[in-house]
């Protein structure tokens, strides 16, 4: 599964938002989440991974990178401006639930910094600029898992089982800092006009071919401003293969 190296958005231009007022995309953050990378053995390697993260009390401060007490290990495709929250929808852990059904799963447990209830990923938007707390978000891009899930529920099937589930979450990029903590509610303030959701990404990705509908949803993509660059060039690539 191709891997999408951290590369800088241009600025999110007001114009290219419009004000939005829309309560059933309103969320909540049920629990904050975050942890150090810390060092493990996994099939006889020692490996360094940030994916263990854990519920914390209180407010903490949401700043441009991350939460204060949560890092990354591997920047080169963890963490930076785009990915400065992860957020995992708390009706995914039912399904889990089932899947999984001898498996222990601790909010926090898919590595994420918000468990959140709220819209699934085919009514979040990329784009959507979010209050929570004091600070601002807006909705970057969905998770591509890397093996560390795998080590996270010592399965190496689970990367797999989680992509096909199409259950990603979804990263957001701080707009403005602030403190944030659970319990927080997350009300939708703009939204990109172009409304991708945030599961058309995983789809266009994992489509094999692109249909002339495959092209223009792409071409939308490109158009959002939030999407990082990284994204975009894969998809001018695709679109580029299509024509």
């Given at each position: 599964m191709r891997a999408f190296p951290y590369l800088k958005a241009p600025p999110i231009r007001s114009d290219m938002l419009v004000?939005?007022?829309?309560?059933?995309?309103?969320?909540?953050?049920?629990?904050?989440n975050t942890g150090?990378?810390?060092?493990?053995?996994?099939?006889?390697?020692?490996?360094?991974?940030?994916?263990?993260k854990e519920p914390v009390q209180g407010r903490i401060r949401l700043r441009t990178l991350n939460l204060d007490g949560d890092r990354q290990a591997?920047?080169?495709?963890h963490g930076g401006p785009n990915k400065a929250v992860y957020c995992y929808q708390l009706a995914h852990y039912e399904y889990w639930k089932t899947a999984l059904?001898?498996?222990?799963?601790?909010?926090?447990?898919?590595?994420?910094?918000?468990?959140?209830d709220g819209p699934?990923?085919?009514?979040?938007?990329?784009?959507?600029?979010?209050?929570?707390?004091?600070?601002?978000?807006?909705?970057a891009q969905p998770r591509m898992p890397c093996y560390k899930l795998g080590?996270?529920?010592?399965?190496?099937?689970?990367?797999?089982?989680?992509?096909?589930?199409?259950?990603?979450?979804?990263?957001?990029?701080?707009?403005?800092?602030?403190?944030?903590?659970?319990?927080?509610?997350?009300?939708l303030v703009r939204s990109d006009p172009n409304r991708v959701p945030v599961s058309e990404i995983v789809r266009l990705y994992s489509a094999k071919h692109y249909t002339a509908d495959d092209t223009a949803s792409a071409q939308?993509?490109?158009?959002?401003?939030a999407v990082p660059e990284g994204w975009k060039q894969y998809f001018r690539e695709r679109i580029r293969e299509s024509a």
């Open positions: 004000a939005v007022n829309v309560v059933g995309n309103a969320m909540k953050a049920i629990s904050v150090l990378p810390r060092e493990i053995t996994w099939r006889g390697r020692s490996i360094t991974t940030g994916i263990f591997d920047l080169s495709v059904p001898d498996r222990a799963l601790p909010l926090g447990m898919f590595g994420e910094n918000f468990t959140v699934l990923e085919d009514q979040i938007f990329l784009g959507d600029h979010y209050v929570v707390g004091s600070a601002e978000v807006v909705v080590i996270r529920f010592q399965s190496d099937d689970m990367v797999k089982r989680f992509f096909d589930s199409r259950r990603s979450g979804f990263y957001l990029a701080v707009v403005r800092e602030g403190e944030v903590g659970a319990g927080d509610e997350m009300t939308r993509v490109l158009q959002v401003q």
